[in-house]
């Protein structure tokens, strides 16, 4: 048996992250704050953060922070990257963090990073997984409630945490398992 690396999508982008986070904390402090954090609307500059609206996902605040957001990724990603894609995957990635990133900027003072936009992007388009034309999954329903229901509520606490990252990557995850539905899967 042999190793395969079987999710160069998903696989890069998860040691690309951790490969941040290391540089972060052992050669340069202020690596994520700088290239990997979306500042929030007043302390956003055109043109010089531009590249962050997209790198934000890259960036997290310490290890609880990667794992937890990996711990998804890792889990339903290679599933959608196969299913999907590798360019199809990265695409919706892409537009999940510059939407998530550019949404921060235009509603909230405080900073962006990490992946969970993507990972709530993930979630939910891996609920359209196996779909027929003129099918909406249950699961879909379900996951649905469970996962942005609890953002709803979770959006009215204090806390560090984006909801309306997670919101927001869910919607783009519905919209695109809603707009890939009809295309053949392998």
Known sequence: ???????????????????VLLLNQFVSPHLIATWFTVPGHGAFSFPKNI???FTHVIGHADWT?????????????????????SPD????????ALAT??????FFPSGLL?????????????????IQKGEIPLTFILVLILYLG???VQIFQ????SQFAHIVGGFLGSMFGFLNRSETRK
């Open 150 to 152: 609890e953002q709803v």
């Open 1 to 19: 048996m042999r190793l395969k690396y079987n999710s160069p999508v998903v696989l890069t982008f998860a040691f690309i992250c951790a490969g």
């Open 114 to 130: 990490g992946a969970s936009g993507v990972v709530f992007m993930m979630i939910l388009l891996a609920s359209f997984t196996n």
């Open 65 to 85: 922070h990667l794992i937890g957001n990996f711990s998804i990724i890792l889990l339903v990603g290679p599933m959608l990257e196969e299913n999907h894609g």
């Open 158 to 161: 204090q806390d560090s945490i």
């Open 101 to 106: 990133g550019l949404l921060n900027v235009i």
């Open 51 to 53: 590249v962050n609206l």
């Open 89 to 96: 995957i990265l695409f919706m990635m892409a537009i999940t």
